[in-house]
């Protein structure tokens, strides 16, 4: 099983900036990409998150982004999901620490950042379009 050892290992290999903001849990940012990605080390599992926008307050309909967001969670996101918490929109992932190893580690934060990127302009345009409620 993957312990917080091997994380910090799997962390330095990888040349990334990263704090231990709590026991177990890690802000991690790489010199490239602006967003940061927060690891929790929590067994059985290991949870990355990163937060892509604050969602505006006011009461606006956002039902093509929602609709949006899950298909996206079908398709290019199988392995992760977008999701909502505290009028934020986060990407998150979990995997299984037992067998994990720096391959599948790398690969998911690199997936993280990319699909965040590519969806970044995508998501956008349908929270900036969203009609206000009444």
Known sequence: MLTREDLESFLIRMDLEYEEIAEGMYLVRSREEKLPIVVHHSPP???LRLKVMDLPQ???S???LFRTLLELNAT???H???GLEEGELVLGLSMQLEGLDYTEFQ???ESLHMAASEHMSTIKSL???AP???
């Open 80 to 82: 992760g999901a977008y």
């Open 45 to 47: 599992l290991l949870i």
């Open 107 to 109: 690969a998911s934060l």
């Open 127 to 129: 929270v900036s379009s």
């Open 132 to 134: 206000v409620g009444d």
């Open 58 to 60: 006011g009461g606006g």
């Open 62 to 64: 956002h039902e093509a």
């Open 76 to 78: 290019d996101v199988v």
